[in-house]
């Protein structure tokens, strides 16, 4: 029978969330509410320094003067923040020493994610750092990278063990004040990576997050910090889900990248928290902030694949500081039933000959709204910057919408900047073009939603890739060959 | 005296000075309500983000003109276009000059609105029409409804094809100091009528002038308008030209913004198309130096099925010039079919010109085609290199490279007169004589 896109609009209607199961752990869970208390208790669970509890103060203070920010093409019910419980960890008291003393029902929610540790360990070579509810549980391959000087553990741990680094760069691209939520998630983050590779350094396998809300009423603030010293390079991966659940649940993460001279910094996200159900109850709001700062010579490449969440509000950004840096984004974001995402980038051209490439495509299917912002700044001093834009949108159905809202202000005549973006559906000749030459339309509509995100997939690193297949499979199963 | 406080405290004097017991009346008593409430807008507001008016509402304007101006013919001769027999409506100070205008009433009507909006043979047109497709959310907007009395009214009747186009000037002689103006423009257009228009506004003084007109067009079924927009003012001078298109079945409106002069224009086009099969084109060149800054603000709202909208805008920007383009194209779930496509390519000619583009769209139909495409760049160094090498001095080369790149739109105007003005105002502000003819 001939698979048509009226079928697979149903489909996508009806399919259901996959990894929307609760791991019953016994979790330590902070009564919810938020006071400079809170803050104190979290910073003193963490065993963190004094000058960490004084910058999480100063960063409460100013979050309670902030206004929650309105301007997005988003709608929701806003989270109210004294429901919200922000301290979460699973149930022990020490570090783990080997996989072997994780709980086994932990290790099982792994399992049924698809990244056995175990697995990932031993066949696919990449290290993982697994963060549940916020707080850091597993970390592989830990002494593999220490003996080239590489520090990849907890930001918990890196504020007690090297607090030099943290010091000096935490809040260095992202400042306290930024925002509302990057004020929020400075004053109550619980756990995250931390990640230092030293000068000259190519770090010899992708290092990866795997981040998961499990208790109920909980939020996830985590707080990312990598650092590339001169010369170096890695590739870092980042996952995410979350069970179902009817509330909403609030994810408001920070992620600083900072590449030194001649560095370069690939960060991949492969997002699917909780999306709510059909009719568009519960599921994660995904407000994140994400920036990057390029010194001369670097590089920055942001890869995202946006398949979960029922808001996402979220722009990787680069600052092209350094001459003749570079900054990349490349995202696929995927919007079902009552799913709301606005996303992109920033690119901020400071340096002489800076280059950046924006590469965006947005699906949306069902009742979703999907909309891409971004902001192209060319200041006076950028002689010879070059930017390429490129936005497309995939509708299924004519209950969606898909946005665009593209910035562009260029403030210097060397500058060259191309924009395009084009909305279209999957058309009936192409369709046709391919049923002529004998494909049928189940697998023509799955050669063109591939060959649509394709751009963005082949930049994610391989052993991320695949999960990213089977996660858009998950959003627009049947579509995908 | 801050100006919002003298528009609002002045209104009382205007009231004066018309009849107050009418329908309008009523209409530009809640408008002067919604300013008061509004006020000026400022860089916080989204659409007013890259342009600034603080410095052009700091003057202290008049705001209205005491006693008519006469002009001598003599004087203006250049400001009309050579060599084409036109209707015209010529305005000074803000008001009707019929010494220099060539009214029509033969079985349509060009006159003037302040005949429109008191005579009863024009009620039924007024009632109908008038602030029907303003934005009265808009504070400019109805700042200009509150104080609407003079401008230009043209209604063609049905199946009605204008032979001659109709030549709209505003002059502002200025002599008074500041001046503030707010003409407040109607055009209409019946079914199957055709029309074209040429509007223009012209300051004659270095005075401050500061001009915020609306005008609202209808298209009736299978109307057909082309409607050009010569900005070529004096740098003194300030534009804020609200115009609002209603556009029914079949029809076809073309608006082509010229934009040399100016000290700061801000056009804000908006097309509303309430019926299916719609054809709506925007064209625009700008062309600006010094500290000039040209802010083109585009809406498309496609409603219906089958309907199709073009946007194609250049700009070239000199010395310390600014240029907004922003962009937007809303296609709702019934607009099926919809074909948009937005272009806008701009080149930086010096280093502290800028750009700031902002293509939108804004699409809730899956059916439908809606592209955009916005560039910045220089002159192709290469095309340049090619045309010195062959004896064409720099300057001349860059002009025609200028041309080349301009003349996607140039094209689209049909009267060949007007098109050779564009071509002279273009070589003039170049500062070359071109040995050709577009």
Redesign the interface.
């Known amino acids: 029978m001939a698979y048509t896109e009226e079928e697979l609009k149903k489909e996508l209607e009806t399919q259901e969330y996959e990894y929307g199961f609760v791991t019953e752990i016994d979790a330590d869970t902070f009564s919810k509410g938020l006071s400079e208390d809170v803050v104190r208790a979290i910073s003193k669970r963490k065993e963190e320094p004094n000058w960490m509890t004084e910058w999480r103060l100063e960063a409460y203070r100013s979050w309670k003067k902030m206004k929650e920010p309105e301007w997005s093409n988003v709608k929701y019910i806003k989270p109210d923040f004294q429901e919200i419980s922000y301290y979460s960890a699973p149930k022990s008291k020490d570090k783990y020493e080997s996989l072997d003393e994780v709980d086994p029902e932990l290790l099982k929610t792994f399992e049924k994610l698809g990244i056995s540790v175990n697995e990932q360990k031993k066949l696919a070579g990449v290290a993982v750092d697994i963060v549940v509810d916020s707080v850091s549980v597993a970390t592989t391959f830990r002494e593999t990278l220490s003996k080239k000087g590489i520090i990849f553990c907890s930001i918990s741990e890196a504020i007690r063990e090297y607090p030099d680094l943290v010091k000096k760069y935490i809040g260095s691209v992202i400042p306290r004040k930024d925002n509302f939520y990057s004020a929020l998630n400075s004053a109550v983050f619980s756990d995250g990576s931390f990640c230092y590779i030293p000068k000259g350094v190519r770090c010899p396998m992708e290092l990866s997050t795997y981040f998961r809300i499990n208790q109920a009423g909980t939020g996830q603030f985590e707080r990312t910090l990598v650092i590339a010293d001169e010369g170096s390079y890695v590739s870092y991966l980042e996952g995410c889900t979350a069970p179902s659940r009817d509330e909403n649940q609030l994810h408001a993460a920070v992620v600083e990248l900072i590449a030194l001279d001649n560095a370069e910094i690939k960060y991949s996200t492969v997002q699917n928290w909780y999306p709510g159900n059909k009719n568009g109850k519960g599921g994660v709001y995904n407000f994140v902030t994400k920036r990057g700062i390029c010194h001369t010579n670097s590089k920055i490449s942001w890869t995202q694949v946006e398949t979960g969440s029922a808001v996402t509000w979220k722009y990787p950004s680069c600052i092209l500081k350094g001459d003749n840096s570079i900054g990349e984004f490349y995202s696929i974001a995927v919007t079902n039933n009552y799913q709301q995402a606005d996303t992109g980038t920033k690119m901020i051209h400071i340096g002489k000959n800076t280059k950046s490439t924006i590469i965006s495509k947005g699906i949306s299917a069902g009742k979703s709204q999907n909309s891409y912002r971004g902001l192209v700044q060319v200041n006076p001093r950028a002689e010879n910057a070059r930017n390429f834009s490129q936005c497309d949108s995939l509708l299924m159905g004519n209950k969606c919408g898909a946005h665009t809202f593209p910035y562009i202000e260029v403030k210097n005549n060397t500058a060259m900047v191309e924009h395009e973006a084009s909305t279209s559906k999957i058309g009936e000749d192409q369709i046709f073009y391919c049923n002529q030459r004998g494909i049928d339309t189940e697998k023509a509509i799955a050669l063109i939603v591939n060959g649509f995100s394709k751009e963005v997939l082949n930049n994610l690193p391989m052993e991320f890739a695949v999960e990213a297949q089977k996660l858009l499979e998950i959003s627009l199963e049947g579509s995908v060959g | 005296m801050q100006l919002t406080e003298k528009l609002i405290s002045s209104f009382l004097a205007f009231e004066l000075d018309i009849d107050i017991h009418s329908d309008i009346h009523n209409i530009r008593t809640n408008a002067i309500k919604k300013f008061e409430e509004l006020g000026f807008p400022n860089k916080k507001l ?1 659409n007013w983000k ?1 342009t600034s008016l603080n410095r052009i509402i700091k003057e202290d304007y008049t705001v209205f003109s005491k006693k008519k101006n006469v002009i001598d013919f003599k004087k203006v001769k250049d400001y009309f276009i050579d060599n084409i027999e036109t209707h015209k409506l010529i305005f000074v100070d803000g008001f009707f000059d019929p010494f220099l205008s060539q009214t029509s009433h033969d079985g349509l009507d060009i006159c003037i609105m302040s005949a429109a909006l008191s005579k009863p043979k024009y009620a039924k047109i007024i009632e109908k029409y008038f602030n029907k497709s303003a934005n009265l959310e808009d504070s400019l907007t109805c700042l200009n409804t509150a104080f609407s009395k003079e401008g230009a009214y043209v209604h063609i009747p049905k199946n009605t094809v204008l032979e001659k186009p109709i030549e709209i000037i505003h002059f502002a002689t200025g002599n008074e100091a500041a001046l503030m103006l707010q003409p407040r423009n109607l055009v209409v257009v019946e079914q199957g009528a055709e029309v074209e228009i040429i509007e223009s506004h012209q300051s004659l003084t270095v005075n401050p002038i500061f001009t915020n007109s609306v005008t609202e067009i209808f298209a009736e079924k299978n109307a057909n308008i082309d409607y050009y927009k010569i900005q070529n003012d004096v740098v003194t001078s300030s534009l804020v030209d609200n115009t609002y298109i209603s556009q029914k079945r079949n029809s076809d409106v073309k608006v082509h913004t010229f934009s040399f002069g100016g000290k700061l224009t801000r056009n804000n086009l908006n097309f509303f198309q309430k019926d299916s099969s719609i054809n709506s084109t925007m064209n625009g060149v700008t062309i600006i130096d010094y500290d000039q800054l040209v802010d083109h603000h585009t809406l498309v709202h496609h409603a219906n099925p089958n309907c199709e909208s073009h946007q194609d805008y250049k700009g070239i920007y000199s010395g310390k010039s600014t240029g907004v383009f922003n962009g937007k194209i809303i296609v709702d ?1 019934i607009a ?1 079919k919809t074909n948009a496509f937005q272009q806008n390519n ?1 080149i ?31 002159l192709d160094q290469d095309a340049l290199f090619y045309l010195r090498a062959r004896g064409i001095p720099k300057k001349e080369a860059k002009a025609l490279l200028t041309y080349a790149f301009a003349n996607n739109v140039l094209e689209s105007v049909k009267i060949p007169e007007l098109k050779i003005r564009v071509k002279n105002i273009i070589a003039k502000k170049l500062g070359v004589s071109l040995g050709f003819d577009l």
């Open positions: 989204e890259y779930k099926q701009n930086l000619l010096d280093n502290k010109s800028t750009i700031n583009s902002k293509p939108q769209l804004e699409i809730f139909a899956d059916d439908v085609k809606c592209s955009h495409g916005c560039t910045i760049g220089q």
